[in-house]
């Protein structure tokens, strides 16, 4: 089993809509979560970064963590076009970047 | 203009040569780390430093061999050992130990004929 589980989709909604990204874990020890998007032939952006369980909102974005299921997601609210990227979902059980997880990506495509 | 410099973003060598990419980092940040990105596999970590003089081995270090003489450089070279080195390569840093997120360049894809 994957430490890090994640939909790779593709996934596609009309622009407006309402966008749920999540992934799921299985190390209870995780307590750093992160969300990076990444375009098209480029690295990875950090969009979200929270420690422990809860809600953590900037802008359209909202992070959410459930650590008693094991469950993280990213909401996109109002989706635009410009949001059409690949989202990965990372984790770490400790300081240091050597413990950190990385989902394989879930492709979105956000039509006009 | 602070952040992470990849290059070259395009590199083409013929098999059995050695290349380095490099990787240059301006945010003062302390530890460096290299990862190669395949589709459908996500992020594997290749190798890391966290401090200047001293780097550990990732989850596929094998094939590849990295220096850290300066805290802003962290070149890696891919050899001849490694056996599927065609692949995109991000460069990574990260500010210190006390959980700070990873921040990456915008990546080498490298491509071995």
């Known amino acids: 089993q994957k430490e890090v589980e994640q939909d790779p989709g593709p996934l596609s909604v009309p622009e407006g809509a309402i966008v749920s990204l999540n992934c799921t874990y299985s190390n209870s020890a995780f307590q750093y979560f992160m969300w990076y998007r990444q375009y098209s032939r480029k690295g990875p952006e950090l969009l979200m970064y929270t420690y422990s369980s809860g809600n953590k909102e900037d802008g359209r974005f909202t992070a959410q963590v459930d650590k008693s299921s094991k469950y993280i997601s990213l909401f996109i609210r109002d989706s635009q076009p410009s949001d059409s990227a690949t989202y990965l979902c990372?984790?770490?059980?400790?300081?240091?970047?050597?413990?950190?997880?990385f989902g394989t990506g879930t492709r979105l495509t956000v039509i006009p | 203009d602070g952040g992470i410099t990849q290059s070259p973003k395009y590199l083409f060598r013929k098999e059995g040569q050695n290349v380095t990419l490099s990787c240059e980092q301006n945010?003062?940040?302390?530890?460096m780390y290299w990862y190669r990105q395949d589709p459908g596999q996500g992020l594997r970590l290749i190798y890391y430093?966290?401090?200047?003089?001293?780097?550990q081995k990732g989850d596929i270090a094998e094939g590849y061999s990295v220096s850290r003489e300066k805290k802003e450089s962290f070149p890696l070279t891919v050899t001849s050992a490694q056996k599927n080195p065609t692949a995109f390569y991000l460069c990574a840093t990260q500010r210190d130990r006390g959980g700070s997120p990873l921040h990456f360049g915008n990546g080498t894809r490298l491509t071995v004929t």
């Open positions: 430093s966290q401090i200047v003089n001293d780097f």
């Open positions: 945010l003062n940040h302390d530890a």
């Open positions: 990372a984790m770490s059980a400790r300081t240091g970047a050597n413990n950190l997880f």
